[in-house]
């Protein structure tokens, strides 16, 4: 789960594995707030935000404020209230959610109130070079092999596209925007 505030999207994940095929199947729900929607940022991206809402690959998050029509900030229930739902929809008990540590703490106590544990169901993961390095590495690999099936999302396609490697000086990588632009979006990668 890669979440955010207002200005960016939040991610969420799910991640099977196939085992007939050998291949890791993904499922990758996007938020953003009318905010964000009405920013510089989404609007150089160029890419066709209301289609993709309309398509449901994206939601558009609910007011955290009461009376509040307009959504300004990322509802974490939003995101606790997907998780279940797929979890009902697949049928599936969900083993490991690993979450940016950053901005996370009312998506957390939510989830525990659910019944999901810290510490062992409940990931932390901070986002830098020692935690993004060797999974970097394996999805590049995988993605070349063509092993990862992400169901031809193309906001997922989109954000794989405007990952930029990296690396610090001891050879470990991990990803940056396109340029290091801030319309290039890479939540979902």
Same mark, same amino acid.
């Given at each position: 789960?890669?979440?955010s505030?207002?200005?960016?999207?939040?991610?969420?994940?799910?991640?099977?594995?196939?085992?007939e095929?050998?291949?890791?199947?993904?499922?990758?729900?996007y938020?953003?707030?009318?905010?964000?929607?009405?920013?510089s940022? &989404?609007?150089? *991206?160029?890419?066709?935000? %209301?289609?993709w809402i309309? /398509?449901?690959?994206i939601?558009?998050? !609910?007011? $955290?404020?009461?009376g509040?029509?307009?959504?300004?900030?990322?509802n974490?229930?939003?995101?606790?209230?997907?998780?279940?739902?797929?979890?009902?929809k697949?049928?599936?008990?969900?083993?490991?959610?690993h979450y940016? &540590?950053?901005? *996370?703490?009312?998506?957390? %106590?939510?989830?525990?109130? /659910?019944?999901?544990?810290r510490?062992? !169901?409940l $990931?932390?993961?901070?986002?830098?070079?020692k935690?993004f390095?060797?999974p970097m590495?394996?999805?590049e690999?995988?993605?070349k092999?063509k092993?990862?099936v992400?169901?031809k999302n193309?906001?997922t396609?989109?954000?794989l596209?405007?990952?930029e490697?990296?690396t %610090?000086?001891?050879?470990?990588v991990?990803?940056?925007k396109?340029?290091n632009?801030?319309?290039?979006?890479?939540?979902g990668?």
């Amino acid at each position: 789960c890669d979440l955010s505030r207002t200005n960016d999207l939040t991610a969420f994940t799910t991640m099977l594995f196939d085992n007939e095929r050998s291949v890791f199947v993904v499922q990758t729900m996007y938020w953003v707030t009318d905010d964000f929607l009405e920013s510089s940022a &989404a609007q150089a *991206s160029h890419v066709p935000w %209301d289609a993709w809402i309309e /398509r449901k690959l994206i939601r558009k998050s !609910t007011s $955290i404020s009461p009376g509040d029509r307009k959504s300004h900030a990322i509802n974490p229930m939003d995101v606790a209230n997907y998780i279940e739902e797929m979890r009902e929809k697949l049928d599936i008990t969900y083993v490991k959610i690993h979450y940016d &540590a950053w901005s *996370s703490p009312m998506l957390i %106590d939510e989830l525990e109130r /659910r019944g999901y544990m810290r510490d062992t !169901t409940l $990931i932390p993961t901070r986002q830098g070079f020692k935690t993004f390095s060797i999974p970097m590495q394996k999805l590049e690999q995988l993605l070349k092999e063509k092993r990862i099936v992400y169901q031809k999302n193309p906001v997922t396609r989109w954000m794989l596209s405007n990952v930029e490697k990296i690396t %610090d000086v001891n050879g470990n990588v991990m990803p940056q925007k396109l340029g290091n632009k801030t319309e290039n979006k890479i939540d979902g990668a």
